[in-house]
């Protein structure tokens, strides 16, 4: 899950709660739309690479310290290994190379994080080298004009596309004060290689309010890209999500109970200028 903290014109503040699941379509359809081509399977393992989150999101655990959901940034290793485990099993639905990437991200993140060495984070990272050989070595004999070249491209674009993504959600500003979820987080070595590669300049941002009271009912962002890396401009991302008071609860239900339905909805343009900045 992803948490975001905003503030409101009345100065009030609400989490935005963004289910991994709808970041993870949302990095489908920019990797349906690239500017190179990818076969299906590998679009489709991008676009339901996070599904393994469904069920912990359905009644997600709270911080106790705090009263708020954990973020994705802030699950504990044991309950990361099962989501990860189940978002692999349901990628392989879509094909070995679809489970060879997805299990490729994963482990990426974790191989890279301080809890790499832990034993229960060593036992799954030599688990998945395993399966990753295996999957690897389904999907070429299947098909022997397939190459391991292509096989690392797709797993680039799933790192890439799951970066613009969650910069989207976590990191596009809403006003001067342009704080950043990911650069100051363990994934900040991987959001500064997005930014690389592209620019983004938030070239507008709204949020409109229900008529009969002061609750935000949807935001929207027009952002600039350089360089542009879709086949065609612009494309519309839209996702929902759920506000509520960023306060601490006692139990999911208590903030369930408190949140309201937000559409979130992002339109990219090709930027032209150059000038444009990941904040």
């Given at each position: 899950m992803i948490r975001r903290e905003i503030t409101t014109a009345n100065g009030a503040k609400l989490w935005l709660l963004v289910s991994q699941v709808e970041h993870a379509h949302m990095s489908g359809e920019l990797a349906r739309h690239w500017r190179e081509a990818f076969t299906r399977d590998v679009v489709d393992a991008i676009a339901h690479h996070d599904d393994g989150w469904a069920a912990w999101e359905a009644e997600p655990k709270l911080n106790p310290e705090t009263g708020a959901p954990f973020s994705f940034l802030e699950m504990p290793v044991p309950a990361a290994l099962v989501i990860w485990d189940h978002s692999i099993a349901a990628?392989?639905?879509?094909?070995?190379?679809?489970?060879?990437?997805?299990?490729?991200?994963?482990?990426?993140?974790?191989?890279?994080?301080?809890?790499?060495?832990?034993?229960?984070?060593?036992?799954?990272?030599?688990?998945?080298?395993?399966?990753?050989?295996?999957?690897?070595?389904?999907?070429?004999?299947?098909?022997?004009?397939?190459?391991?070249?292509?096989?690392?491209?797709?797993?680039?674009?799933?790192?890439?596309?799951?970066?613009f993504s969650l910069w989207l959600c976590c990191d596009s500003p809403t006003d001067r004060n342009r704080e950043t979820i990911l650069?100051?987080?363990?994934?900040?070595?991987?959001?500064?290689?997005?930014?690389?590669?592209?620019?983004?300049?938030?070239?507008?941002?709204?949020?409109?309010?229900?008529?009969?009271?002061?609750?935000?009912?949807?935001?929207?962002?027009?952002?600039?890209?350089?360089?542009?890396?879709?086949?065609?401009?612009?494309?519309?991302?839209?996702?929902?999500?759920i506000a509520v008071p960023a306060v601490p609860y006692a139990s999911w239900q208590e903030l369930k109970a408190a949140s309201w339905p937000v559409a979130l909805r992002w339109r990219l343009v090709e930027d032209t200028s150059t000038n444009g900045s990941p904040t």
């Open positions: 990628a392989g639905e879509f094909g070995p190379l679809a489970a060879y990437i997805v299990a490729g991200h994963f482990y990426n993140l974790l191989n890279n994080s301080e809890h790499a060495k832990d034993p229960l984070a060593v036992a799954w990272l030599t688990a998945k080298r395993k399966h990753r050989t295996g999957w690897l070595d389904e999907w070429v004999r299947a098909d022997p004009s397939q190459t391991l070249e292509y096989a690392k491209r797709a797993q680039q674009m799933l790192l890439v596309a799951d970066l650069g100051q987080s363990a994934m900040k070595l991987q959001t500064d290689m997005l930014f690389s590669q592209f620019q983004f300049s938030v070239q507008e941002f709204e949020i409109k309010s229900f008529s009969h009271d002061e609750r935000i009912e949807a935001l929207s962002w027009s952002v600039g890209v350089h360089p542009f890396p879709c086949r065609t401009a612009p494309i519309s991302l839209p996702a929902e999500c």
